[in-house]
């Protein structure tokens, strides 16, 4: 039994809410409708920009701000900006380059716009379909260093993933933030920019006390919102790290985690 009932719920996306084929199913959404019926708040977040989180809008009615890039940047259901951070102008160009040396791939999303200088590269037909729309294509990222809301380094080695985290917190410190999304992205953002800020933002922005919010998800960059949230709770497709940092741990996202997540967890008694 909680021991105070939960008011919102944040939930990631991907890996979480969606499946592996990046589909909201029947199951969530009345998942979600159940949390709206009962007087629950439901929000979002995740690494993807707001234009690729804007289908989830309609089915799930949200009329809860959205926090894309962990948080980088929050908008409205109408997606007008209410909140953005960005990378420091000067640590933009040197981060590409340390990614680079890492044996990553690199990409940015500056606004509602994501550029990669290579299109046939890692993941980017993989990130387009999530996200429902294509990159820009530039032959140099020399003039895309202001306004910058996140850099993704891709790789389909865990190695270089991890190694380059490893990097960037230790040549920019608390200059980024720098978690992994996804086991072959690594996303650096603003250092407030991440999912544990989005949770004091939602706490302030709805006057709600951190401990009457529930958090789910599956990677490493959620157990930075499990942390402050007053219930946590992993997907059973976590991995052990991710589900160790958690207080409850639900089935898969491809057996209706989230939907057996809020059924036992937030409206029921366990």
Not at 6 to 15: K, N, Q, T, W, Y
Not at 180 to 192: E, I, K, M, R
Not at 205 to 211: I, K
């Amino acid at each position: 039994m909680k021991d105070k009932p939960i008011r919102l719920v944040l939930a990631d996306v991907d890996g979480t809410l969606v499946t592996q084929a990046k589909e909201l199913t029947d199951g969530a959404i009345a998942a979600v409708h159940r949390l709206h019926d009962a007087g629950v708040l439901f929000a979002i977040t995740s690494g993807r920009p707001p234009r690729g989180m804007s289908m989830l809008i309609e089915p799930l009615d949200l009329s809860t701000p959205v926090s894309a890039f962990n948080g980088g940047l929050i908008v409205n259901p109408d997606l007008s900006v209410i909140e953005q951070k960005e990378i420091d102008v000067a640590v933009v160009a040197p981060m590409l380059d340390l990614l680079g040396s890492c044996q990553l791939d690199t990409w940015i999303y500056r606004g509602a716009d994501w550029y990669v200088r290579d299109p046939d590269g890692p993941h980017v037909d993989r990130e387009a379909k999530t996200v429902h729309f294509a990159p820009t294509v530039v032959d140099s990222y020399d003039q895309l260093t202001t306004d910058v809301a996140k850099i993704v380094g891709v790789s389909d080695d865990p190695e270089a993933v991890s190694g380059g985290q490893a990097a960037a917190r230790a040549q920019f410190g608390d200059r980024v933030s720098a978690a992994s999304s996804q086991p072959y992205y690594l996303d650096v953002t603003h250092p407030q920019a991440n999912k544990g800020g989005v949770v004091t933002f939602l706490s302030h922005r709805f006057d709600l006390p951190t401990d009457q919010i529930a958090t789910i998800g599956d990677m490493p960059n959620d157990m930075l919102m499990f942390a402050p949230s007053g219930l946590s709770i992993a997907m059973g497709n976590a991995s052990s790290e991710v589900q160790a940092s958690a207080d409850r741990v639900t089935s898969s996202n491809e057996d209706e985690g989230f939907a057996h997540a809020v059924d036992r967890f937030v409206l029921g008694d366990d």
